[in-house]
DNA sequence: ACTATAGCGGAGGGATGCCTCCGCTTGCAA
DNA sequence: TTGCAAGCGGAGGCATCCCTCCGCTATAGT
């Protein structure tokens, strides 16, 4: 046990022993993380494999399934979000919130990994989801308690709310932007509550 | 000039004209718009005349290109879009707008498609994004003037956010409904205002 | 009933992706 | 330096999908 310094979630997964293979690893990983942004996870594992200048068979290696790859890539991105909600926690409450609700949204990395998975039944990921929500739950109950965020919305509720945002398309990034902040103004509490 | 009693879009798209051919291009039409809403449309075309109960030559007969299918479907859905629209009109300002989008995002057929073809650059698309923009604005716009909605937000921004949370994910439909509100909420005039 | 022909369906060739297997290469410890 | 195991990479078998082509079927008009 012993949650450490920080709780880091295993990220870990094995990473190999020697230093040439453990290039090899990492540069999958990006080239993972690249692909499954912006094609999901159903990208071609010959083309990320060719992106991080590696063959095929070192992939399968590393990573025996596409499961494991796509939980590679999504447990790298949880711990980000995880950092941030840190971060955040120094902020006036309402403001705390948005920006690690941006994080979200703008670490494009996993942004369709991060929405499909929030369905998907998998044990490995709901472990790792737990430990997001964890994360961020503090930050929205916070906001409740200071009577910025309505009593009537889940954290879960917001969060689908603000995924799917992620993964629509907008003209720009002030669009998105924009967006964002009307859907959170919809969770704001109001005058009248 | 002429608009007839109702727009209606050209959907005919060339039905052809023996009985059998007709009943053939219907179900191919009923197939792709099932296969559409849950796969994307990147969906297998053999899957989808399989489904139809067809050989996979009959469907290339009718749509001789994957576009002319997914076209096929979305001027379809848009235009049961606008006919909601009209039929939302009788209502009261928000009412009317909250109808209309809550068809939007219940008909599920093609979720996907239609948020896929918000950015297409394709010019065929573009002329029935703007019926259905025609078909929309004035609702949005009567919420404005009622004082209902917020002036600093755009019919545009409003039906990019709802078309996201259309294609999240969600636990069960009260859930959806209920982010759908929430989100509105944020569209929806202040008191402040 | 008859027949011309619109329409049917699926075999099959080409492309791509998945994944395994195994002979070659190379980092590292002695 | 040397030896060897960890690690490499891609050929190739299998599956799936795309799309074309053409011999067969069944509709609709006479």
Same mark, same amino acid.
């Given at each position: 046990m012993v949650s450490e310094t %920080? *709780?880091?979630?295993?990220?870990?997964?094995? %990473? *190999?022993?020697r230093a040439d293979a453990r290039r090899n690893f990492d540069a999958l990983l990006a080239a993972a993380r690249d692909a499954f942004s912006t094609?999901?996870?159903?990208?071609?594992l010959e083309d990320i494999a060719r992106q991080a200048g590696v063959g095929i068979g070192t992939l399968y290696r590393n990573f025996p399934t596409r499961q494991d790859l796509v939980r590679a890539v999504y447990l790298g991105e949880i711990e980000e979000l995880c950092l941030a909600a840190e971060d955040a926690a120094d902020l006036p409450p309402w403001e705390a919130l948005f920006t690690w609700l941006r994080r979200f949204v703008a670490y494009a990395a996993t942004k369709r990994a991060i929405y499909e998975s929030l369905?998907?039944?998998a044990a490995e990921f709901s472990e790792a989801r737990e430990a997001m929500y964890a994360a961020g739950t503090p930050l929205f109950e916070r906001a409740q308690e200071a009577g910025e965020?309505?009593?009537?919305?889940s954290f879960d509720d917001m969060l689908r709310m603000v995924s799917g945002l992620t993964a629509a398309g907008f003209v720009d990034d002030e669009q998105r932007e924009r967006v964002l902040r009307i859907a959170l103004d919809g969770v704001r509490a109001r005058a009248a509550d």
């Open positions: %920080r *709780p880091a979630l295993r990220v870990d997964v094995r %990473r *190999p022993q094609k999901g996870t159903e990208a071609s369905n998907r039944e965020a309505r009593k009537d919305v």
